[in-house]
Every structure is written in structure tokens, then in C-alpha cells.
């Protein structure tokens, strides 16, 4: 089933009162299982677009349906539980708390969700482990480096085992070789975990690592 | 519920140093603000006591404190005003036995006080009609005793009573005692009113029911300044106020009793007032100081509560942990006020400032307004604003 959009819009009104489109008429259709790159240059429109993928964001126009089901008009605290459980996010300057430790940053969806924190603790020590991370749990994450925090998004986007991975500029704060490692992961992840990853970034040589590119420009599709 | 209370929490533990310092500062502001408030309160009631004088025809004298030895008060006022009718009032301190063991401090009040000042009581009836089997009514100052209650006591030299409870005086209530400060020339009702500092009041050598006669020590009356002061009834309509001030003149003070009643009330309210204005003041300031902080502390948990929306919270749920935040400090302050008060009781001195539960619930009441208007537009925000447009302005660019 997957995510289907048509004629997906988003306009803003800004502070002198005129309209902004952000988006216009995107019509995407992402399969389940798919990795995919949504890639344009800056102020395309790209984060807008994952927003909305995501539930954080809602579109003025259009219809958008997540595996068959039409999320457009959810309401607001569905559309939160759909964002702990079917989505897990990972941003491009990693979206962590700086305070806290490794492993609580990890257990932050379950909590939010009411999930069992017994098995998450379990799933997360395994997915530390698997992320080469595992004398990390205590450790608080402003003390790590930039790759490695992006790998304990990685394992907190995936705690709750979310079917869909979106990802915004996932590379975009880190090294080159930092960056060829999380592309790696992100391909570990769709083939070994059957997830579907939808990944914003203007660098075309991730770009070019997803099975799909879809561009935008100036909040069109291109064709 | 649960989960949102540990990440409030974790929000003050992770940031103890800042959030210590917002504790202090409301902790501080708790007590000035006490400290204002329960002036204004002990002013409050200081004014209110007023109304238990009848002042009605009713003069306060008070004999020069320098005279011949020949002076005799009643002859020198019966040549005031022929037909003057003047009453002594007398007050004494008294040490009452209860069972014959235990002391019980009263004040007497003969029945010239007793007729002209009706303080307040809480429960039952001031002194009326005598009672039967010749039983001593009493008014119970400290609660203790209940109406109705019958005390088996005696005076100091044996002379066995049987009192009665007749009434409760008001928990905040002042009581009359000439006091033995002040300044001859200067008479005015907060002289002779002062915090209960006994059990019982009674009536004393009353012509009207059974009372406690003086005996022994208690013969003798205070030594106070204003002693040997008497309430001079003389009818307006036979001489004006003035008139009487002008004949009394030589021989000492003499001021109505409404006077002093209405001198009493201005000064209470002006100072009610004066309090008034620094408890604005000090408002201002603490919105200022207290409000800046705690505002700046919504600034720093703002990325915070957009990674929860992100990972799932809804925006009110947002809203929730923050107001949960706030309260948890709110109510962690208070505890340590709580202890402080209870450590150091001398912060608020009882012969200035009343506590009473409406001072501890304004003093609460104005700092969640403090808070509330420090943390309303960013709660509004929290929970009306796109987030991650937020998000993308200030943190990932």
C-alpha cells in the first residue's frame, strides 16, 4: 500500500497578508518497501513535503493516503499516535536532547507512547549493539561525535518499529565518511527490516543510493 | 499521565542549576510577599476591631500624669458637667487556678469595659444576663474551651469560682489591655489594643452578674500609663464635643471615643494603602525578575517540546508537561517556604502580621499569576504554532 498523494499543497499566509505556495500539486506514490529520495535545491519545498509525509505538517490542498487510509482531515492526537507508531524521523542536526543519556533518548517514543519500557530497554541494547554503539547507553549525548549521534537517531527512529523512515538531510551535518556510513545503515535497515525510507537531501550521491528520485522545484514535482 | 509528570521532572532535574535559581527566587518573592500581605491582613483586622467600641456620647479621658496631690477626678469633673455621669474603666491581669493545679492567665474587664467594647467572637454571645447558681461567664480567648464548658477554679487566694464559657473570641481578634507604653498626648485606640495574650476573659467586680472579685495580688490595678483613664458619658446635645474639650483642657485628655475610633480606621488605611502600593510594586518587580527567568526557561525547553511533538505528543500534551513543570516547581517552593516558616517563626511577628489561611492562598494566587503571565504567550504558542516551522527557523538553520 504504501503513501499515495494527490494534488498535495500547502500554502501560508505571511505577515503582510499575502499567500505563499510552498507546494503545489505534488502527486507521489511511495511502495512499501521502497527507499526513496525526495531531492531538490534549497527552499524547494522538500522539508514541507516529508512534514506533511509525516504528520507533523498538514497540507491546505489535496488528498494524501497512508497504506490505504485517508489521513488528510486526522485528527490532531491520532495523527500523534500515528507519528510515534508508524513513523520514525531522523533530522539532519539529529534532533536529540543534549541532557539526557544515550538510552533515554532511545526510550523517548515508548514513553511518549505508553509502550512497554521492560521490552524497549531489551530492543534498544540490541540495537545499540547491531549500531556498533553498545558502551553508549549511558553516556549523554552531547558528549558523542556527529556520526554517532546520528546513529542513536537512527536507533530511536526505529525503537517503536515503525513501518515507514523519514529522514531529513540525514548526511547533511556530518563527514563524508560519516555519511557513507549512515547511507549504509539506511540500506541495512530497507533490506533487512522490509522498512519503506523516504529521504530528503539536496546531495545527489544519496540521492543517488535510493532506488528512486523524485525532484522538486519550487514546490512542483518534476516530472 | 504518569509519563508526562517524569518528563516534567526530568525537565527540572536535567537543569537543577537554573531551576534552583528559579526556586530561590520564587521562595523569596513567597516571603516578601507573605510579609506584605500579612501586614495588610493585620491592618485589615486592626480596622475591624474598631467596630467592638460604642462610642456613642462616650469621651476618653486620661488625668495629666503631673498633678497636686489634693486632685480628686471626680470632684474636678463634677465641676465640668454637673450632671456628668463618668465611669471607670478598669482592666486587670488575673492568674486563675483550674482545678486548683493548673494556671489560667485572664484579663478582667469591670463593667464599663464590658458595656463599651464587644470584640468579636467566633462562636456564642458577648456578656449579657446573668447566669444561674451564680456560675462567672467567661469568654474563652484561645479556643481551648468550648461554649458551654464549666471550669472549676480558684483565685489566687483560694476563694473558690465556677466559670463558664459563654463565647469564643474570633481567632485574629484583639483584646484590650491598657498597655504600658506610649505617650500621654497621644491617645488612640491601637494604645490599648493588643494581641490576646491569655486564656479567659471575665468580668471583674460587676454589679451586673457573678464575676471575680479582686483579691490579693490582683488588688492592685496595672501600673500602666494609661491606667487611671476614665469614659466620660456626657449627651451631645447638652455639650458639644468641643465644648467638652474646652473644659477638660487643664486637667488632661479628653477625646471622643468616635474620634478616636474614626483616627484609628484613616491610620489603618492609609497604612492598608501604603502596603497596597509596595505589594504592586513588588508585584511588577517579581513579574519582571521571576518572570524573566522562568520565561527564559521556556525558551531553552522550547526544542525540547518540539522533539516531543515530533516523536508523538500532541501539542496539548505539550502544553501539559509544561504547565506540569511549572506547577511542580511551584509546589517545590512552596514546601521549602513551608519549612522555612516553620524553622525561623520569627519571620512574621504576631504583634504586626496575620497569617491567616487568605494570606497563604493569595500569596500562592499571586505567583501562578506570575507564572501564568510569564509562561501564557509561550503556553499559547506551545500550543497553537507550527512547531516544526518553528523547529526549522531556530535549530536547523
Given at each position: 500500500m504504501g503513501i499515495v498523494t494527490q494534488g498535495l499543497g500547502k500554502t501560508v499566509v505571511l505577515k503582510n497578508g499575502e499567500p505563499l505556495a510552498i507546494l503545489q500539486d505534488v502527486s507521489i506514490t511511495i511502495e512499501q518497501g521502497e527507499m526513496v529520495a525526495i531531492q531538490g535545491a534549497?527552499?524547494?519545498?522538500?522539508?514541507?513535503?516529508?512534514?506533511?509525509?509525516?504528520?507533523?505538517?498538514?497540507?491546505?490542498?489535496?488528498?494524501?493516503?497512508?497504506?490505504?487510509?485517508?489521513?488528510?482531515?486526522?485528527?490532531?492526537?491520532?495523527?500523534?499516535?500515528?507519528?510515534?507508531?508508524?513513523?520514525?524521523?531522523?533530522?539532519?542536526?539529529?534532533?536529540?536532547?543534549?541532557?539526557?543519556?544515550?538510552?533515554?533518548?532511545?526510550?523517548?517514543?515508548?514513553?511518549?507512547?505508553?509502550?512497554?519500557?521492560?521490552?524497549?530497554?531489551?530492543?534498544?541494547?540490541?540495537?545499540?549493539?547491531?549500531?556498533?554503539?553498545?558502551?553508549?547507553?549511558?553516556?549523554?549525548?552531547?558528549?558523542?561525535?556527529?556520526?554517532?549521534?546520528?546513529?542513536?537517531?537512527?536507533?530511536?527512529?526505529?525503537?517503536?518499529?515503525?513501518?515507514?523512515?523519514?529522514?531529513?538531510?540525514?548526511?547533511?551535518?556530518?563527514?563524508?565518511?560519516?555519511?557513507?556510513?549512515?547511507?549504509?545503515?539506511?540500506?541495512?535497515?530497507?533490506?533487512?527490516w522490509q522498512k519503506t525510507i523516504v529521504i530528503v537531501t539536496h546531495d545527489a550521491g544519496v540521492a543517488a543510493r535510493c532506488d528512486r528520485i523524485l525532484r522538486l522545484s519550487d514546490g512542483r514535482m518534476l516530472p | 499521565m504518569a509519563a508526562d509528570l517524569y518528563l516534567a521532572w526530568n525537565l527540572i532535574v536535567k537543569k537543577y542549576k537554573s531551576q534552583a535559581l528559579l526556586v530561590l527566587q520564587t521562595v523569596l518573592a513567597l516571603l516578601l510577599l507573605m510579609f506584605l500581605l500579612g501586614r495588610i491582613e493585620f491592618l485589615r483586622w486592626n480596622f475591624e476591631s474598631a467596630n467592638a467600641f460604642t462610642t456613642q456620647d462616650s469621651y476618653f479621658f486620661m488625668p495629666y500624669h503631673f498633678k497636686p496631690a489634693s486632685f480628686d477626678i471626680m470632684d474636678t469633673l463634677a465641676k465640668v458637667y454637673p450632671s456628668l455621669s463618668v465611669e471607670n474603666g478598669d482592666i486587670r491581669s488575673l492568674t486563675l487556678w483550674e482545678d486548683g493545679q493548673t494556671p489560667l492567665s485572664a484579663l478582667g474587664y469591670n463593667d464599663v469595659i464590658l458595656q463599651h467594647c464587644r470584640l468579636p467572637l467566633q462562636e456564642g454571645s458577648w456578656f449579657e444576663d446573668a447566669l444561674q447558681n451564680g456560675e462567672v461567664p467567661a469568654i474563652s480567648v484561645t479556643g481551648a474551651y468550648a461554649v458551654g464548658d464549666v471550669l472549676s477554679c480558684t483565685q489566687n487566694d483560694g476563694t473558690p469560682l465556677t466559670l463558664r464559657i459563654i463565647g469564643r473570641l474570633d481567632r485574629h481578634a484583639q483584646v484590650l489591655a491598657f498597655k504600658t507604653t506610649g505617650s500621654a498626648n497621644a491617645i488612640s485606640i491601637e494604645d490599648f489594643l493588643t494581641r490576646p495574650n491569655c486564656d479567659l476573659i471575665v468580668p471583674l467586680a460587676s454589679a451586673r452578674f457573678a464575676s471575680v472579685a479582686l483579691t490579693g495580688d490582683d488588688a492592685q490595678p496595672d501600673d500602666g500609663l494609661l491606667a487611671s483613664a476614665q469614659i466620660l458619658q456626657i449627651p451631645q446635645d447638652e455639650l458639644t464635643p468641643q465644648e467638652v474639650?474646652?473644659?477638660?483642657?487643664?486637667?488632661?485628655?479628653?477625646?471622643?471615643?468616635?474620634?478616636?475610633?474614626?483616627?484609628?480606621?484613616?491610620?489603618?488605611?492609609?497604612?492598608?494603602?501604603?502596603?497596597?502600593?509596595?505589594?504592586?510594586?513588588?508585584?511588577?518587580?517579581?513579574?519582571?525578575?521571576?518572570?524573566?527567568?522562568?520565561?527564559?526557561?521556556?525558551?531553552?525547553?522550547?526544542?525540547?517540546?518540539?522533539?516531543?511533538?515530533?516523536?508523538?505528543?500532541?501539542?496539548?500534551?505539550?502544553?501539559?508537561?509544561?504547565?506540569?513543570?511549572?506547577?511542580?516547581?511551584?509546589?517545590?517552593?512552596?514546601?521549602f517556604f513551608v519549612l522555612l516558616s516553620l524553622f525561623i517563626p520569627s519571620l512574621y511577628p504576631a504583634d504586626t502580621h496575620l497569617l491567616t489561611g487568605r494570606v497563604y492562598l493569595q500569596s500562592v494566587g499571586y505567583l501562578i499569576l506570575i507564572y501564568l503571565l510569564s509562561s501564557g504567550l509561550f503556553l499559547v504558542r506551545l500550543g497553537r504554532a507550527n512547531l516544526m516551522e518553528a523547529y526549522q527557523k531556530e535549530w536547523r538553520e
Amino acid at each position: 500500500m504504501g503513501i499515495v498523494t494527490q494534488g498535495l499543497g500547502k500554502t501560508v499566509v505571511l505577515k503582510n497578508g499575502e499567500p505563499l505556495a510552498i507546494l503545489q500539486d505534488v502527486s507521489i506514490t511511495i511502495e512499501q518497501g521502497e527507499m526513496v529520495a525526495i531531492q531538490g535545491a534549497s527552499g524547494a519545498g522538500k522539508s514541507t513535503l516529508l512534514h506533511i509525509l509525516g504528520l507533523l505538517d498538514t497540507a491546505t490542498e489535496g488528498e494524501y493516503w497512508l497504506d490505504g487510509a485517508p489521513v488528510q482531515h486526522m485528527k490532531k492526537k491520532e495523527a500523534a499516535r500515528q507519528r510515534n507508531q508508524t513513523f520514525g524521523f531522523v533530522m539532519q542536526d539529529f534532533a536529540l536532547i543534549e541532557d539526557e543519556s544515550v538510552l533515554d533518548n532511545i526510550l523517548l517514543p515508548v514513553l511518549l507512547g505508553g509502550g512497554n519500557m521492560g521490552k524497549a530497554r531489551e530492543r534498544a541494547g540490541t540495537l545499540l549493539a547491531q549500531f556498533g554503539l553498545s558502551d553508549f547507553a549511558a553516556r549523554r549525548v552531547g558528549y558523542l561525535s556527529g556520526g554517532e549521534k546520528q546513529r542513536v537517531a537512527m536507533i530511536r527512529a526505529l525503537i517503536n518499529d515503525p513501518p515507514y523512515l523519514l529522514a531529513d538531510e540525514p548526511t547533511g551535518a556530518l563527514d563524508s565518511k560519516s555519511a557513507a556510513l549512515m547511507m549504509d545503515i539506511f540500506s541495512m535497515v530497507r533490506k533487512n527490516w522490509q522498512k519503506t525510507i523516504v529521504i530528503v537531501t539536496h546531495d545527489a550521491g544519496v540521492a543517488a543510493r535510493c532506488d528512486r528520485i523524485l525532484r522538486l522545484s519550487d514546490g512542483r514535482m518534476l516530472p | 499521565m504518569a509519563a508526562d509528570l517524569y518528563l516534567a521532572w526530568n525537565l527540572i532535574v536535567k537543569k537543577y542549576k537554573s531551576q534552583a535559581l528559579l526556586v530561590l527566587q520564587t521562595v523569596l518573592a513567597l516571603l516578601l510577599l507573605m510579609f506584605l500581605l500579612g501586614r495588610i491582613e493585620f491592618l485589615r483586622w486592626n480596622f475591624e476591631s474598631a467596630n467592638a467600641f460604642t462610642t456613642q456620647d462616650s469621651y476618653f479621658f486620661m488625668p495629666y500624669h503631673f498633678k497636686p496631690a489634693s486632685f480628686d477626678i471626680m470632684d474636678t469633673l463634677a465641676k465640668v458637667y454637673p450632671s456628668l455621669s463618668v465611669e471607670n474603666g478598669d482592666i486587670r491581669s488575673l492568674t486563675l487556678w483550674e482545678d486548683g493545679q493548673t494556671p489560667l492567665s485572664a484579663l478582667g474587664y469591670n463593667d464599663v469595659i464590658l458595656q463599651h467594647c464587644r470584640l468579636p467572637l467566633q462562636e456564642g454571645s458577648w456578656f449579657e444576663d446573668a447566669l444561674q447558681n451564680g456560675e462567672v461567664p467567661a469568654i474563652s480567648v484561645t479556643g481551648a474551651y468550648a461554649v458551654g464548658d464549666v471550669l472549676s477554679c480558684t483565685q489566687n487566694d483560694g476563694t473558690p469560682l465556677t466559670l463558664r464559657i459563654i463565647g469564643r473570641l474570633d481567632r485574629h481578634a484583639q483584646v484590650l489591655a491598657f498597655k504600658t507604653t506610649g505617650s500621654a498626648n497621644a491617645i488612640s485606640i491601637e494604645d490599648f489594643l493588643t494581641r490576646p495574650n491569655c486564656d479567659l476573659i471575665v468580668p471583674l467586680a460587676s454589679a451586673r452578674f457573678a464575676s471575680v472579685a479582686l483579691t490579693g495580688d490582683d488588688a492592685q490595678p496595672d501600673d500602666g500609663l494609661l491606667a487611671s483613664a476614665q469614659i466620660l458619658q456626657i449627651p451631645q446635645d447638652e455639650l458639644t464635643p468641643q465644648e467638652v474639650a474646652e473644659r477638660l483642657r487643664s486637667y488632661g485628655t479628653c477625646v471622643p471615643l468616635t474620634t478616636m475610633v474614626e483616627n484609628f480606621r484613616a491610620d489603618m488605611t492609609l497604612e492598608m494603602t501604603t502596603y497596597g502600593v509596595l505589594n504592586l510594586i513588588f508585584t511588577v518587580l517579581t513579574l519582571v525578575g521571576l518572570g524573566g527567568n522562568n520565561a527564559m526557561q521556556n525558551m531553552m525547553n522550547e526544542r525540547q517540546f518540539v522533539i516531543y511533538y515530533m516523536l508523538g505528543a500532541p501539542q496539548k500534551r505539550v502544553v501539559r508537561i509544561e504547565v506540569l513543570r511549572s506547577g511542580l516547581l511551584l509546589g517545590i517552593s512552596f514546601l521549602f517556604f513551608v519549612l522555612l516558616s516553620l524553622f525561623i517563626p520569627s519571620l512574621y511577628p504576631a504583634d504586626t502580621h496575620l497569617l491567616t489561611g487568605r494570606v497563604y492562598l493569595q500569596s500562592v494566587g499571586y505567583l501562578i499569576l506570575i507564572y501564568l503571565l510569564s509562561s501564557g504567550l509561550f503556553l499559547v504558542r506551545l500550543g497553537r504554532a507550527n512547531l516544526m516551522e518553528a523547529y526549522q527557523k531556530e535549530w536547523r538553520e
